[in-house]
T-cell receptor
Framework: KQEVTQIPAALSVPEGENLVLNCSFT??????LQWFRQDPGKGLTSLLL?????REQTSGRLNASLDKSSGRSTLYIAASQPGDSATYLC?????????FGAGTRLTVKP | EAQVTQNPRYLITVTGKKLTVTCSQNMNHEYMSWYRQDPGLGLRQIYY???????DKGDVPEGYKVSRKEKRNFPLILESPSPNQTSLYFC???????????FGSGTRLTVV
């Protein structure tokens, strides 16, 4: 059974810092990996989608990488801002199913 | 606007009173899913559907029913809600295996 782990569970950084969030999964037979952002009590906003054949995707200050063979993905956030404070979730797509990690709660201090 | 619409956003109900949470998408997606999110347990899949009249159980299907009579709609039915079904529920849809999912805004259900 696919297990998805995110480290760290929580992270607090000063504004302007570059940071990396980690996601690992146990079974490399995935179709894709998706990073989401969730604000407290709100829905999930898709940030980046990486297909299993891709190595990375970029959107603005965000860059996500995928190493399927080692079962790892990272989300890199450049020049963090207080507005980036949220919980970041990674999810692996396996057919009609998606498996989520527990998330990393990010706080960016002004 | 392309979106997944859930209703209601908030619901408080009593144990045993049947309820339905609706989910509709306007993107012609084939895949639709229901998830529940609980503190410390993360997001867990309840049911999913890969096409009209095709549904499958996820990780936590007990106490829930779904139907997929039309492509755009995927209602979640709680025949006899219990307090342990108090949770934040999300509906999501996708074109298929190699596409990302779009999520609805969520339904916060409280069963007393």
């Amino acid at each position: 059974k696919q297990e998805v782990t995110q480290i760290p569970a929580a992270l607090s950084v000063p504004e302007g810092e570059n940071l990396v969030l980690n996601c690992s999964f146990t079974d490399s037979a995935i179709y894709n990996l998706q990073w989401f952002r969730q604000d407290p009590g709100k829905g999930l906003t898709s940030l980046l989608l990486i297909q299993s054949s891709q190595r990375e995707q970029t959107s603005g200050r965000l860059n996500a990488s995928l190493d399927k063979s080692s079962g790892r993905s990272t989300l890199y956030i450049a020049a963090s801002q207080p507005g980036d404070s949220a919980t970041y979730l990674c999810a692996v797509g396996i057919g009609g199913d998606m498996r989520f990690g527990a998330g990393t709660r990010l706080t960016v201090k002004p | 606007e392309a979106q997944v619409t859930q209703n209601p956003r908030y619901l408080i109900t009593v144990t045993g009173k049947k309820l339905t949470v609706t989910c509709s998408q306007n993107m012609n997606h084939e895949y639709m899913s229901w998830y529940r999110q609980d503190p410390g347990l993360g997001l867990r899949q309840i049911y999913y559907s890969m096409n009209v009249e095709v549904t499958d159980k996820g990780d936590v299907p007990e106490g829930y029913k779904v139907s997929r009579k039309e492509k755009r709609n995927f209602p979640l039915i709680l025949e006899s809600p219990s307090p342990n079904q108090t949770s934040l529920y999300f509906c999501a849809s996708s074109f298929g295996d190699r596409e990302g999912y779009t999520f609805g805004s969520g339904t916060r259900l409280t069963v007393v």
